[in-house]
């Protein structure tokens, strides 16, 4: 929205400079050439408003915007001149022809089609064109040579800025000369898919260098002389604006596209999206998309679509690939998403190569697909997470409470049918507590009563004061009357359960160290034991990857300091409110 503000305004400065110049110049009724002049003149403004507005990252639209810009604000100043306006106001906006000329005649054919320079040798021929334009304005400016400015002896500084203008007048045409060839080697050294558009280029750079011979030739006194000066000044004025909209017509150049939508016929201009554009609707498919592989699906067809490639295709690391059109050939661009998470390869286009324009817009699209690419990785380790914790709770049940029952009726069956005795019945009372507190134990694993009826400080002190080892909970007070919702405190207690079972089972640990605070808007919990400890690097975390995956989901993270024989510490934290 910004970039329009700007280019907003900038062309309607242009248009409007145009159209009263050239009134005041003339004159009401205005004659026929006149008019055309309007018109052809209009054009480059209209252009480089709507590639600059639409597409502000491509320099190409905001040349043509300047150069709109400096030839209105030239005709407003050849207006005012007529009119008698101060001499200074009006030498100062004909030197805006001089500009105009350079950007048109040079920069233009130059920086084309996408607002950069061909090769870095270009470039010593860009400042060479720049500072040859400058001294062409400055030094009209300056010595005060323009057809409205008082005639007289000049003084030695005038001379000097007579000098400079007509030097880099000289230097502007050559330099125009060496673009104009530069131009044609590019265009007979052009694919298929993009001579179009460079042979148009071509003709109207030819078109516009003849105007600005004719100008030359038939420019006496600022007044030009009949019909073949009319002809140099509509050359210069139109040819390229004229040049590019046939060139996307035919040839979509810069991704411009003319057709008719709708039942009604209407003149479309429908320009590719933005990176903005494409980021924010790429941002709502994701988020209506619940499946991993749909979300990575809605990603390559983002790619697809806003490079407006035949097909494009997300692979990740693991080798699933998605793939948005119909693959056909090899892949033309491929980018990698950040982290090792996977890479995005594109499919050819229809018309025309990719450009500088469409890598720095697939550069964009990486960041959003590695965050896809790791939800999807997330979501998919949380499933399995759940499912393996699923298998788990139905083998213990099957294997344990299940078989503990059978036996219980059995030898119940066996207590009626035989009359037992009080031996026998106390027996079986004692079996039924035992099975009853197995599955009070398994119940716990799921998720214990504690954590439900006295918060996360009461199911952790209660975790805590059946280990053999050992072992200190520590939290501010204000903490034990805290609640969170139950996925943060089933979180943060699992997470310290299996940290403290880690130090029991595997480090050897003595004493056990377990501290929970809230701070900074998050829920902490550390777990620190004295046990041997590892290199976290070389160690699978085993039941804590999964705890840290669930973390993740909420928005929080686990991190796991410990050396050899220094012990290790747990930490994790979740965002909570207040």
């Not at 709109?68 to 207006?79: D, E, R, T, V």
């Not at 179009?196 to 600005?212: E, F």
């Not at 026998?424 to 507590?433: D, F």
Request: net charge positive; glycine share 12%; aromatic share 6%.
């Amino acid at each position: 929205m910004r970039f329009r503000l700007v280019a907003g305004p900038l062309a309607l400065i242009a248009a409007a400079g145009t159209v009263s110049g050239a009134l005041l110049e003339s004159g009401l009724p205005a004659p026929a050439t006149q008019w055309a002049y309007i018109v052809l003149a209009l054009l480059l403004p209209a252009l480089g408003w709507l590639l600059a507005a639409r597409r502000p990252a491509l320099r190409y639209g905001w040349l043509l915007l300047a150069a709109g810009l400096c030839l209105g604000l030239g005709s407003l100043g050849a207006g005012l001149g007529v009119r008698g306006a101060p001499d200074l106001l009006v030498s100062f906006l004909l030197s805006m022809f001089a500009v105009f000329y350079g950007l048109t005649w040079i920069f233009v054919p130059l920086l084309f089609p996408d607002g950069q320079l061909p090769t870095r040798r270009w470039r010593a021929v860009a400042w060479i064109s720049g500072i040859a334009v400058a001294l062409h304005a400055g030094g009209y400016l300056v010595s005060g040579l323009g057809p409205y400015r008082s005639s007289g002896p000049l003084s030695p500084a005038g001379v000097v800025a007579a000098l400079a203008s007509a030097g880099g007048q000289l230097v502007t045409w050559v330099m125009a000369a060496i673009v104009f060839c530069g131009l044609v080697v590019r265009w007979r050294r052009s694919g298929s898919g993009e001579r179009g558009q460079y042979a148009w280029m071509v003709g109207g750079t030819t078109a516009t260098l003849a105007g600005g011979v004719l100008l030359s030739l038939f420019n006496f006194g600022g007044v030009q002389v009949g019909a073949v000066g009319i002809l140099g000044v509509l050359a210069v004025v139109g040819s390229l604006p004229a040049a590019i909209g046939v060139a996307v017509v035919r040839h979509r150049l810069l991704d411009l596209r003319v057709g008719i939508r709708g039942s009604r016929l209407h003149l479309v201009f429908d320009i590719r999206p933005t990176v903005d554009e494409v980021l924010s609707d790429l941002g709502t498919a994701l988020d209506d998309a619940p499946e991993p592989v749909e979300q990575v699906g809605r990603l390559a067809a983002a790619v697809r679509t806003g490079l407006d490639v035949r097909w494009a295709a997300v692979t990740l690391a693991d080798g699933t690939r998605v793939v948005s059109g119909r693959e056909e050939g090899r892949a033309v661009l491929e980018m990698p998403v950040r982290g090792g998470l996977g890479r995005i390869e594109c499919g050819p286009r229809d018309a025309g190569p990719l450009t500088r324009v469409d890598r720095r817009l697939l550069e964009a699209l990486a960041v959003p697909a590695g965050l896809a690419i790791q939800s999807a990785g997330l979501v998919s380790r949380l499933v399995n997470a759940q499912e393996a914790e699923r298998r788990r709770i139905e083998r213990n049940i099957h294997d344990g409470v299940q078989q503990q029952l059978v036996a219980l009726i059995a030898g119940l069956e066996l207590a009626r049918a035989t009359g037992a005795g009080p031996d026998m019945l106390a027996h079986l009372r004692e079996q039924a507590r035992q099975t009853l507190a197995d599955l009070r134990e398994l119940a716990a694993g799921i998720h214990p009563s504690s954590l439900s009826q006295g918060g996360l400080v009461e199911a952790v002190e209660e975790r805590c004061s059946r280990l053999p080892v050992r072992t200190t909970v520590t939290s501010p007070p204000p903490l034990r009357a805290r609640r969170f919702a139950d996925q943060v405190e089933g979180a943060m207690y699992f997470t310290v359960s299996e940290a403290v079972a880690n130090a029991l089972k595997h480090a050897g640990a003595a004493t056990i160290e377990v501290r929970l605070s809230q701070e900074g808007g998050r829920l902490r919990a550390t777990v620190a034991d004295d046990g041997e400890g590892f290199d976290p690097g070389a160690a699978a975390r085993r039941g804590l990857a999964t705890l840290a995956d669930r973390l993740d989901a909420l928005g929080g993270g686990l991190t796991v300091d410990s050396e050899p024989g220094k012990g290790t510490r747990v930490n994790a934290w979740v965002p909570v409110d207040g």
